[in-house]
């Protein structure tokens, strides 16, 4: 039997790692192969599993911790999506703020599930707005700790996966790519745009390549790591949104993630990832923030109108999550009122990441 193809995308918040699951899962399927996803995250209600499914693909979730800290449920997820029908190819995204993956992840499949699994080279989304800023030494918005795990993040890769490049100058992606070849000398950068599909036949060519990947075990501070991921405040709320009269469901996910972002900037809160979605009767749309001073982007547009929809927001900021959460309802409820609609809380979580404890860690590979 031949083994199952897994692809782990890392990348920090924002990075673009849904996305490209997107556009990788449906070049596979257009190959004529079977894709089963993993997506991960600290909490439930997650707007990627929820957006990868609305486009059809066949997702499992692991919450309440990363990949590594919950290595056996990601082998259960694999399992199930295997239930019915074996995959060729699983694509797993583990969580933004987590690093150390080739130690508690690569390493721990390719031996204890090397006949059944054949792992792909690991590689990692590279953050523009945040990275240029952090490689350059300048203020990135968050603490040294915090940019201590996206440097990891990338040093830790096979393949750095230049991405976002529709939104850079020509100059800026080559100051990027210079900084970042200089920073970890003889591992490929890669300038990719998941959202234009530029540059994507070179990153399916990458991760198809068979060899010795997945040996850089990082030399890894878990205190620094730890702090500088319990700096972010996590918030997931789920919440009906209803209203007597019809009213554009892309344009009230606008409008929350651009309030948010105001209040936010308001108390110098830095942004990592601030995203919606709203769901209504087989339409979805999805708007996202990626850092404090971009725009809000409508990325995935439903061109819907509704009178009700179940409206999911996931916000991971440098802030207070209890201060997160305060301002979350405040924003629902005026959008709301603007709308003569009324916001009904299903499910909030608002926490800060513990400390991870990994099931498995390798000292070499």
Known sequence: MKPIRFIM?????????????????????DQGLKVGLVTNDQAVDLVDTHTLREQGFKVEEVAGAC???????????????????????????????????????????????????????????????????ILRKESSGFSPKAAYIFEKQLEEADIIVLNRVDEMAPGEVAEVTALV??????????PVSAKTGKGMEAFIEALSLEGNFGKRILDIDYDTYAEGEAELGWMNSNMQFTSNEEFPLD???????????????EHVAEVAHLKAIGLWEGFFGVANLVNSHGK???SLPSNARAREISLIINARVAIDPVILKDISNKVVGRVADRRKAVATAEKTQ????????????YAKA
């Open 251 to 265: 344009e009230v996910l606008l409008e929350v993630v651009g309030e948010m972002q105001k209040e936010l900037s």
């Open 67 to 133: 990949f590594c800290c919950k290595f056996d449920d990601l082998v259960e997820k694999v399992g199930k999506l295997g239930a019915q029908e074996l995959p060729d190819i699983i694509l797993a995204e583990p969580v933004g703020s987590c690093t150390d993956l080739v130690a508690t992840v690569v390493a721990p499949l390719k031996d204890l599930y090397g006949k059944t699994v054949s792992v792909s080279p690991y590689a990692v989304l590279f953050k523009p707005s945040h990275g240029l800023r």
């Open 350 to 361: 608002s926490f800060r990441p513990g400390r991870p404890t990994p099931t498995h860690r």
């Open 296 to 298: 809000p982007q409508l």
């Open 181 to 190: 070849k200089s920073k970890f000398p003889g591992v490929p950068v890669l």
């Open 9 to 29: 995308l890392g990348g920090f918040l924002g990075a673009g790692k849904t996305t490209s699951m997107g556009r990788l899962a449906k070049h596979f399927q």
